[in-house]
């Protein structure tokens, strides 16, 4: 069984640098990235290629680990992600078998990220972008970021929407109250980035960012961060927004669900039941949940899946997906 995984993340010292530099930087999460996660995520080399082969993982999708550029200044975030890039597509260059990558955005300068995005995939041959959700106080779907979603439209490539932590006055009103440590980690993986990346999702839709482009397609982790399962309810927002489309046909139509190593065959099948087979795609949030003794491939295994639709997770449909227009 073929296992493509896309949410793969690493950093390199000099983005780890810049955000040691910045006013914003990680916001608390730098010691997220320390020790041997640290040292996991800086390698793009034979640690890495060692540790894929014990998990039984045959391709990762390389990705820079949040919050990615959006937290340092326009300049630096522009050299910063033409350098990371160019980075990504030699480390391809180096083991074409093994990986591929999404591109790095410069963020901070909206103009620039479209036409960052536009070079990665036609000169570098990357195979879309990862984006931390908000930048600064501005959300996803800002009209400064139109430009780079519809370059993505465009090209065919999605864009993946990855969580960072709320906004510092969003983490004193709800995350607060406990001790710094309690606070950053319910801020974070505790829940606070899952409802901070679906989020984005939703606003795109009530924004008609899908009616513009309707073929622009979204990846959200962490099986739909949160999102996916209060479809329910969002489905009322039908009634009072502008829309084209009902809202539970852009989930169908317009976003890709991964499990981010969430290996919980009850939110597999919820993910089945709202955006079907043919849009759930495999990711093991190496190295955050990286475990010894291929826990993703068994679960794979183990999930009462068809042969069909267990290739289709595997493999099949991050295949599909870039398919279009693509190689």
């Known amino acids: ?50 540790l894929m082969d014990e998990s039984g993982v045959d391709v990762q999708v390389l990705s820079v680990t949040t919050p990615a550029l959006h937290n340092l200044d ?73 430009s780079m979603f519809e370059t993505a439209a465009k090209l065919s490539v999605p864009i993946f929407v990855h969580p960072q932590i709320p906004q510092a006055a969003v983490r004193a009103a709800y995350y607060s109250g ?19 990346a679906g989020i984005q999702f ?10 513009r482009f309707p073929n622009l397609q979204i990846i959200l982790g962490h099986w739909g961060e949160i999102v996916l399962f209060y479809l329910e309810r969002l489905k009322s ?11 539970e046909e852009y989930f169908r139509s ?14 597999l099948q919820r993910a089945l039941e709202i955006v079907g087979t043919e849009r759930i795609l495999f990711s093991t949030d190496y190295p955050y949940q990286y475990r010894p003794g291929q826990p993703g ?9 068809s042969s069909e639709v267990r290739g289709l997770v595997a493999h099949g449909n991050w295949e599909r997906l870039l398919s279009p227009g693509r190689w």
């Open 202 to 211: 939703v606003r795109l839709i009530l924004a008609g960012v899908f009616d």
């Open 254 to 267: 317009n976003l890709y669900v991964t499990p981010s190593g969430m290996w919980s065959e009850s939110y």
């Open 237 to 247: 927002l039908g009634r009072v927004a502008k829309l084209e489309r009902p809202v």
């Open 74 to 146: 326009a300049e630096e975030s522009v050299r910063l992600a033409r350098e990371t890039n160019d980075l990504v597509a030699a480390t391809i260059a180096q083991n074409p078998a093994r990986f591929q990558g999404f591109a790095v955005l410069p963020m901070p300068s909206p103009d620039e990220a479209a036409l960052e995005l536009e070079r990665a995939v036609t000169k570098l041959r990357l195979v879309g972008a990862m984006v931390c959700g908000r930048t600064r106080d501005k959300n996803l779907d800002h009209p400064d970021f139109l």
């Open 1 to 50: 069984m073929k296992l493509i995984a896309i949410e793969e993340h690493f950093v390199t010292p000099d983005i780890a640098n810049a955000w040691e530099s910045s006013a914003i930087g990680q916001e608390g999460t730098s010691s997220f990235d320390q020790g041997e996660v640290g040292q996991r995520l800086e390698d793009l080399g034979e640690g890495r290629l060692s």
């Open 178 to 196: 406990f001790g710094e440590r309690v606070d950053t980690a319910l801020a974070t993986f505790g829940l606070g980035w899952h409802y901070e």
């Open 297 to 305: 491939r068994s679960f794979l295994l183990n999930a009462g899946l």
